[in-house]
Nanobody
Framework: EVQLQASGGGLVQPGGSLRLSCAAS????????IGWFRQAPGKEREGVSC????????VYADSVKGRFTMSSDNAKNTVYLQMNSLKPEDTAVYYC????????????????WGQGTLVTVSS
């Protein structure tokens, strides 16, 4: 059974940093595309970053390029999202998701989802 467990959200001031973690189980980690998505109140879910280790590719949304870094630890079956220079508009529930294909970083392509973790950026 594929399971994804996201953690690390919280309240942070603008300009601050957070690191999200997503622990995965039930599948061969490096064969999948793993993604971070977020959904703010009243907005559609959007792709933040996606990684496919076997293809060595990582993509980022334009809104987070240069501020967020996604990485994976295949030995631990865990992916991370390091978020720096956070802005109030980064406030959202962040989800990790997985798909067994080399998938574009859009939510409709991902079949497995973890529960979200709330990130609030506010002074």
């Amino acid at each position: 059974e594929v399971q994804l467990q996201a953690s690390g959200g919280g309240l942070v001031q603008p300009g601050g940093s957070l690191r999200l973690s997503c622990a995965a189980s039930g599948f061969t980690f490096d064969d999948y595309t793993i993604g971070w998505f977020r959904q703010a109140p009243g907005k559609e879910r959007e792709g933040v970053s996606c990684i496919n280790s076997s293809h060595g590719s990582t993509v980022y949304a334009d809104s987070v390029k240069g501020r967020f870094t996604m990485s994976s630890d295949n030995a631990k079956n865990t992916v991370y999202l390091q978020m720096n220079s956070l802005k109030p508009e980064d406030t959202a529930v962040y989800y990790c998701a997985a798909d067994p294909r080399l998938s574009p970083c859009y939510s409709q392509f991902f079949g497995y989802w973890g529960q979200g973790t709330l990130v609030t950026v506010s002074s």
